[in-house]
């Protein structure tokens, strides 16, 4: 599989999100935000953690427009696969590739601790390591994490099956727990818990391995 | 010419640090104070001429994120 890794200024999750899809097995490359287009043959794009621009405007917003933002947009519009985490969920969805929004936390406090999620589905590459009720435990780290959605987006996230991970215990006040969702053709995933920093013992626990691993597995026999 | 663009959080968003700021208004005895909605404010220096339609493009397209948040143009 090949996969690359876009760097915004203000990334800081890009390398260990490298690191991650590495061990997988995946080939990895990394692509500067100013770059106008993928490497060819690309399988995944990963659109790591960070405070891209400082976070100026609204999380995500500014790296939302750049460059490699259009190039990321097409890949998926010709069915290419995407992972957005934490400051990449927020710049998919203000790209428009996933619905909704994140919202300061409820609490109004930066989060960092482990949580447990739930596997809400197993129906889609990024999943399909995991049972569908299966509880894991990733890191969050965010200000910004909580997710909104109007009625009707949330009514077609569960009729469709497209939310990927909820919360066990609820931190930032998401709607309906929701901690990462996908996209209509469930190519796309945006959660704000970091798997990437789940897997290896040295992180304290390794259950991001099956979402990586199970990634991999799909997208080498796709 | 100028322009301001007012961004609001859009009716029915919870808004938690307006609720915050009531909060905290309440603690320094300021009584009665039934809501409050935080948004923000962005000044433009535009060339002459340029029309409001285009300025509504700007926030579609980026000053505001139309899933959760409302705008009003002001041109001064």
Redesign the interface.
């Known amino acids: 599989m090949r996969a690359a890794v876009v760097v915004f200024p203000g990334s800081n999750c890009d390398r260990d999100m490298a690191v991650a899809l590495k061990a997988a097995g995946a080939d990895v490359q990394m692509v500067w935000h100013k770059d106008a287009a993928l490497p060819d043959g690309l399988d995944l794009i990963a659109v790591p953690g960070g405070f891209s621009f400082g976070d100026y405007l609204r999380c995500g917003a500014i790296a939302a427009q750049s460059p490699i933002c259009q190039a990321v947009v097409a890949h998926v519009n010709r069915g290419g696969y995407a992972l957005g985490v934490c400051n990449g969920f927020q710049v998919l969805t203000e790209t428009g590739l996933l619905p909704g929004a994140l919202m300061r936390n409820a609490g109004l406090k930066f989060i960092c601790k482990d949580v447990g999620l739930t596997v809400a589905t197993s129906d889609s590459a990024f999943t399909e390591g995991y049972h569908a009720g299966d509880v894991v435990s990733f890191p969050v780290a965010h200000h910004d994490g909580s997710y909104t959605a109007d009625a009707e987006t949330l009514a077609t996230l569960q009729g469709e099956d497209r939310i990927a991970f909820t919360y066990a215990s609820n931190p930032n006040g998401s709607l309906g727990d929701i901690a990462g969702v996908l996209s209509e053709n469930r190519r796309v995933l945006g959660m704000m818990p970091h798997p990437e920093r789940a897997v290896d013992a040295g992180h304290g626990g390794t259950d991001g391995q099956a979402l990586f691993g199970g990634l991999l597995g799909q997208l080498t026999n796709a | 010419m100028k322009a301001r663009v007012h961004v609001m959080l859009k009716n029915g968003?919870?808004d938690?640090?307006g609720a915050?700021i009531q909060h905290a208004l309440g603690s320094l005895g300021f009584s009665g104070v039934e809501a409050v909605r935080q948004g923000k404010v962005i000044e433009l220096d535009l060339a002459d001429g340029t029309t409001e339609a285009t300025i509504a493009q700007m926030c579609d397209?980026?000053?505001a994120?139309v899933?959760?948040e409302s705008y009003k143009i002001e041109v001064l």
């Open positions: 968003v919870l938690p640090q915050a397209k980026l000053l994120n899933v959760i």
